[in-house]
C-alpha cells in the first residue's frame, strides 16, 4: 500500500482512538470543562466549537499523518513507527494541552493535562502501529 | 485562519525531527537502536499452526489460554477505567472544598471505583491468569468444562455494561444532543451514590434507575464467577494429569481452589440478596425495611458475602507469592504444607467473621465479641504465611528481578495491611476507626499491596509464555519500584488522617489536612504513571519485544524449579523451532 494511504489508514485509526479519549475526559469531567472549547482555542477559532472539532478531525485524519510521513525518518526511537508515532503525538500535545488550556486551572489542571497527553499518546501509537503494519 | 496552536505543533515536531539528527550525527546511538528493533511480522516471518483467524477466534474460542487472555484484557481495562476514578478522586482531595466537582459527582466516584475494582478488576483477572495457567501446572488438557468457561466470561462484558452503564450513557447522550436527539433515559442514568455497600435503606430509596441496573450487573457477574469457580474445583479434582497427585498439586492450584470454594458459598449468597434488594425497589417488599427485615438484615447477607469476597481476591495474592518468590530466593517454599493448610483454614474462617464490619450498628455486644476472637483468629494463617515467606528467602540466592521485587514489596505491604486490620478488628479500636481514611488506608494496602502488585508480578513472572517474547526488564523494575513506593505514601498518609479522625467518603475536608492530602495524591499520581508505564510495556513488548528461545528465562533448571507450565512452553519453543532449524527469524 502507499505510504500517504497507510499514514491516513493510520490516521484514521488513530483518531478514533484520540476521540474516544477525548471523549472520556470530556464526560468524566462532568461539565468541568469542554474539549470543544479547548480544541477551538488550539485551533485558533474560539467560540465556534463545531467547526473546531470538524477541523481538528479533517487534522487528525489527514494532516497529522502527513507529517508524519514527511518526518518520520528523522524522529528518535526508530525504526518502529509507533515508537516514533509517539514521540510525535508527544510534541503535539504538549503545544495541545499548553494553547487549549484556556482558563482551565486548580486541581482539575492535573487531570486535563494527564487525560490530553493520554489522548494524544494513544494516537501516535495507533497512528504508527497501523501505518507498520500495513507496509507488509 | 487556523491559529497558532497547529503553527507550532508543526514547529515542535520539526525541531524534535532536526535535534535528533543533530544527536545522530554526534553519535548518540541511543536514538537509533543499534539491534534494529524486532518489528512484528517482518519480511521472512513464518505463520505457525495458527486458528481461527481474526475476531472469530476470540468470539468463538473454548480455548482455556485464549479465555484467560480474555478475562486479563478484560480486567486491564476494568483497572484502567477504575484507576481513572481513582485518580479523579485523588484530584479532587487535593484542595479542601469541593471545588473540582460537586459532591454527588464524588459520590458515584466512589462508588463505581469500588464496584469496578472488585467484582471486575481483581475478580476477572485472577480467573484469567487461573484460566490460562492452571490447566498447565496440572497437566490438564483444558478446563474441566470448556464451554461453560467461555459462557462464564463472555457474561462478564455485559455485567460491567449493565453495572456501569451511567457513563456511556452520559457520553452517548452528549454526542447524540449536539446533532440534536434526544433519548430521555440517557439523562437519568446516573452513577450511583450508595458506595459499594450498598446499604439500605439509602439504595432502597434512591430513585437513580441505574441503581437497578447496577444490581443486575452484579447479579450477572456473580453467576459468571460463580461458574468459573465450578469450574476451577472441577479442573483440580478431576483432570489432573498422570503424574500428578493430591501430593504435588502446586501452591497456586491450592489457592485457586480454595478460592474457588469461597465464591461457591460467597456469589450466591450476594445473588440472592440483591434480587431481594430489587424486589424492595421495585415490587414494595420490605426485606430490608424496618417494617420487615431492617435495614441491618442487608447488612448480614452483604457482609456474609463481602468479607469472603475480600478472601477470594486475597488468596489468589498469596499463591502468587508462593509461587514466584522461592523461584528467585533458589530455594523450595518453606512449610508448604503449612501454606496450604492455611489457605484451607482462612477459606473456612472468612465465613466466620463478616459482623466485624458491623461492631458499630448497636447488635448484641456478645455476638460482637465472638466476631472479634475469629477475626483476630484469621490472622493466625496469615501471619503462618508471612513467616514462611520470610522463611523461604532467609539464606535465599536473592536475584532482585521485577517480579521477585514485586514481591517482596508486596510482603512488605500486606504485614503493613494486615497489622492494621488487626487493630481493627478489636472492638474498642474499631469503634473509634471506623468509617474513617484509617479504613480505606488499611484495606488499600492489601488490594493495591498485595493483590494489584502480585498481578503484575505474575504478568512479568509468565508474560514469556503467554507472548513468547520477553519485555524490557529495566523499565519493569523501574515500574515495580514506583508501584512499591507509591503505595505507602498514598495509603500510609490515609491510615495518619484516619487515625487523626478524617471521616471517609468525603469530597471536602478541613483545611488542616491539605497537605497529608496532596501527599496522598502525589502517591496516587506515581502509581497512576507506573501502572502507564506497565501498559506500555506490555503492548510494546508484543509487538517489538525480543523473541525467547531458551525456556527457561529465569534459570530454574539450575535450582531444581523449573515448573510444569515452563516444561510446557519448552516443548512449544521445541515445536516451533525445530521445524525450521532454528533459522526462521522474526
Ligand atoms: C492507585 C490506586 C488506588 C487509589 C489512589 C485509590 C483511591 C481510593 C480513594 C480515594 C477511595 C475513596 C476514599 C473515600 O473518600 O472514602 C477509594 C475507595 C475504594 N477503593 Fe480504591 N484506590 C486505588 C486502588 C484500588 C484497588 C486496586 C481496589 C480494589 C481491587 C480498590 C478498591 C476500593 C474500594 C472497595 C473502595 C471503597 C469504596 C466505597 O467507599 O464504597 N481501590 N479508593
Ligand atoms: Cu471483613
New binding site residues.
Given amino acids: 500500500m502507499h505510504r500517504a494511504l497507510r499514514a491516513v489508514a493510520g490516521g484514521v485509526v488513530g483518531t478514533l482512538v484520540l476521540g474516544f479519549f477525548l471523549l472520556v475526559l470530556d464526560t468524566q469531567a462532568r461539565g468541568a470543562l469542554s474539549v470543544a472549547g479547548v480544541v477551538a482555542r488550539f485551533l485558533g477559532v474560539p467560540g465556534r466549537p463545531v467547526l473546531a472539532v470538524a477541523l481538528f478531525v479533517a487534522l487528525a485524519v489527514v494532516g497529522w499523518p502527513a507529517l508524519f510521513v514527511a518526518v518520520e525518518e528523522y524522529l528518535p526511537f526508530g525504526p518502529d513507527p509507533a515508537a516514533r508515532g509517539v514521540v510525535f503525538a508527544a510534541v503535539i500535545g504538549i503545544v495541545f494541552v499548553v494553547v487549549g488550556r484556556g482558563a482551565i486551572s486548580g486541581p482539575i489542571l492535573v487531570l486535563y493535562v494527564g487525560f490530553a497527553m493520554l489522548a494524544h499518546l494513544a494516537y501516535g501509537f495507533a497512528l504508527g502501529s497501523v501505518y507498520g503494519r500495513l507496509a507488509r | 485562519m487556523i491559529g497558532g496552536g497547529v503553527v507550532l505543533a508543526v514547529l515542535g515536531v520539526l525541531l524534535v525531527a532536526l535535534g535528533t539528527q543533530f544527536l545522530r550525527t554526534k553519535g548518540w546511538s541511543a536514538l537509533a537502536r543499534p539491534d534494529g528493533g524486532y518489528l512484528p511480522g517482518g519480511e521472512t516471518g513464518v505463520q505457525h499452526e495458527e486458528k481461527q483467524a481474526g475476531l472469530l477466534r476470540w468470539l468463538t474460542t473454548v480455548d482455556h489460554k485464549d479465555i484467560g487472555i480474555l478475562y486479563l484484557v478484560f480486567g486491564t481495562v476494568a483497572a484502567l477505567w477504575?484507576?481513572t476514578e481513582?485518580m479523579m478522586?485523588?484530584t479532587e482531595?487535593l484542595t479542601p472544598q469541593a471545588d473540582v466537582w460537586t459532591a454527588a459527582t464524588y459520590n458515584g466516584l466512589?462508588?463505581t471505583?469500588?464496584i469496578t475494582?472488585?467484582f471486575f478488576?481483581?475478580t476477572p483477572v485472577f480467573f484469567g491468569i487461573g484460566n490460562y495457567f492452571l490447566p498447565l501446572l496440572l497437566d490438564a488438557d483444558d478446563m474441566a468444562f470448556p464451554r461453560i468457561n467461555a459462557i462464564g466470561f463472555w457474561m462478564l462484558p455485559p455485567a460491567l455494561l449493565l453495572a456501569r452503564a451511567g457513563l456511556p450513557a452520559d457520553a452517548l447522550g452528549k454526542i447524540l444532543s449536539t446533532v440534536g436527539i434526544h433519548i430521555p433515559i440517557l439523562d437519568v442514568l446516573h452513577p450511583p451514590e450508595t458506595?459499594?455497600?450498598l446499604y439500605a435503606p439509602l439504595s432502597i430509596q434512591t430513585t437513580n434507575p441505574q441503581v437497578d441496573l447496577l444490581l443486575l450487573g452484579l447479579h450477572l457477574s456473580g453467576i459468571a464467577t460463580t461458574l468459573g469457580a465450578i469450574n476451577f474445583i472441577v479442573t483440580v479434582v478431576a483432570e489432573r494429569g498422570e503424574g500428578v497427585g493430591w501430593d504435588n498439586v502446586d501452591i497456586f492450584s491450592w489457592t485457586m481452589l480454595s478460592t474457588s470454594g469461597v465464591v461457591l458459598f460467597a456469589f450466591p449468597l450476594l445473588g440472592s440478596a440483591v434480587i431481594m434488594m430489587l424486589l424492595d425497589r421495585n415490587f414494595g417488599t420490605t426485606f430490608y425495611l424496618v417494617e420487615g427485615g431492617g435495614p441491618i438484615l442487608w447488612q448480614h447477607l452483604f457482609w456474609f458475602f463481602g468479607h469472603p469476597e475480600v478472601y477470594i481476591?486475597f488468596l489468589p495474592a498469596t499463591g502468587l507469592v508462593s509461587t514466584i518468590l522461592p523461584k528467585f530466593s533458589g530455594r523450595r517454599l518453606f512449610g508448604f504444607r503449612f501454606i496450604v493448610y492455611s489457605t484451607l483454614a482462612i477459606g473456612v474462617l472468612s465465613f466466620g467473621v463478616w459482623a466485624h464490619h458491623m461492631f458499630t450498628t448497636g447488635i448484641d455486644p456478645r455476638v460482637r465479641a465472638s466476631f472479634m476472637f475469629v477475626s483476630l483468629a484469621i490472622a493466625v494463617p496469615s501471619a503462618v504465611k508471612v513467616f514462611n515467606w520470610l522463611s523461604t528467602m532467609y539464606d535465599g540466592r536473592i536475584r532482585l528481578t521485577a517480579p521477585m521485587i514485586l514481591s517482596v514489596g508486596s510482603v512488605g505491604t500486606f504485614i503493613i495491611g494486615g497489622v492494621t486490620g488487626v487493630f481493627l478488628a478489636a472492638i474498642p479500636i474499631d469503634l473509634i476507626y471506623h468509617d474513617t481514611?484509617y479504613v480505606?488506608g488499611h484495606?488499600?494496602f492489601i488490594?493495591?499491596g498485595i493483590?494489584?502488585m502480585m498481578m503484575l508480578a505474575a504478568s512479568y513472572y509468565w508474560y514469556p509464555i503467554i507472548t513468547g517474547r520477553m519485555y524490557d526488564q529495566r523499565l519493569a523494575r523501574l515500574q515495580a519500584a514506583l508501584t512499591i513506593a507509591?503505595v505507602p505514601v498514598?495509603f500510609g498518609s490515609m491510615l495518619v488522617m484516619g487515625a487523626l479522625g478524617l471521616p471517609?467518603?468525603?469530597a471536602d475536608y478541613p483545611t488542616q489536612f491539605a497537605t497529608l492530602q496532596q501527599v496522598a495524591s502525589v502517591g496516587?499520581f506515581v502509581?497512576?504513571v507506573g501502572a502507564l508505564l506497565w501498559l506500555w510495556n506490555m503492548v510494546q513488548s508484543y509487538r517489538v519485544g525480543p523473541r525467547v528461545r531458551d525456556a527457561d528465562v529465569w534459570n530454574l533448571k539450575e535450582s531444581g524449579q523449573f515448573t510444569r507450565e515452563w516444561q510446557w512452553f519448552e516443548e512449544q519453543l521445541d515445536e516451533r523451532y525445530a521445524a525450521d532449524g532454528g533459522e526462521t527469524d522474526d
Fill in positions: 477504575g484507576g481513582a478522586m485523588r482531595l466512589f462508588t471505583h469500588g475494582m472488585l478488576f481483581a458506595g459499594w455497600t481476591i481514611q480505606v484495606f488499600h488490594i493495591m493483590i494489584a507509591g498514598t471517609r467518603r468525603y496516587a502509581i497512576g
